[in-house]
């Protein structure tokens, strides 16, 4: 850990707390728009922990995770550094909406560049103002276009450092997922910082559990870094799957789930019917594999070839 983190030209040195807002752009209205970051250093040496939620301004359970953690002081560490990002997507927040105005999806345009597209000047200033002075990350998402994702921390398993951190965690289900081209995490990744990321609930909704779930993860990682101590251990077992299948509609109409996330699932199983509106026809869902329900979609109105349903399959020990 440095004897200062340098942000926006301001130096925090051990000991510190600041709060440091990045501009980013203005508003058509000439409004300005910064991405505010919350700095809380130890006096002792330690690990540089991120925590960045609203990387699409529509999921609404991470910014409540990062912002409840910093409101609460559950963040200040006792070693090292904690760097917390509570939304970095302002502008899709004030629309409502996953990307930025101009429809780009932030997380698909790093690394980004100083003159580019408004995302992927959000994607610049964050791989070059933050990820040079971090160790790892926990990045906080949800499911989006009305689909839940049952609370899953997703890492790459054939790292060992990854398991180490995931069994840390210790959420009810680690995912296996590669890494996306234009990504944070694999950006970060090619420079050597592992980002987690942790799902739970859907777009535009809170998730209380889910909410709960990421705090009270997130703590446990601090534990295990040497940040934080007293943490409660958590007394679940952690299931890991390697790989997960969607199941599509074969059929237009209304979808009525008879099983929730986290339900377990057999091969052949009914896992709901598709109807038409009109009371004529009714359809089964059955379940292509064995495994384990980790995202649904919640809207009853479906269109042939519509994802419906998430299945983490592949369950092994870790």
Known sequence: MPEYIAINGRKIGRGETADVNLNVARLPTYTPIDLPVHILRSRVRGPVLLLTGGLHGDEINGIEIVRRMIANRLVQPEKGTVIALPLVNIYGFIQNSRGVPDGKDINRSFPGSK????????????????????????????????????????????????????????????????????????EAQKRKKSIFVYETGEAHRLDEKGVREGIEGTLRVMKHLGMKSNIPEVKRETEFYYKSAWVRARHAGLFQPSVVLGDPVTRRQVLGRITDPFGFESFRVVAPTDGRVIGLNNSPVVHKGDAIMHIATSKESV
């Open 115 to 186: 003159s580019g597209s408004l995302a992927k000047i959000v994607a610049y200033t964050l791989l070059n103002e933050i990820i040079p002075k971090i160790d790892l990350g926990i990045d906080f998402h949800t499911g989006g276009a009305s689909r839940a994702n049952f609370p899953q921390l997703r890492c790459t398993l054939e790292n060992p450092y990854h398991v180490e951190i995931a069994k840390a965690f210790a959420p009810p289900v680690v995912l296996d997922s590669r890494v996306i081209d234009k990504s944070f995490r694999k």
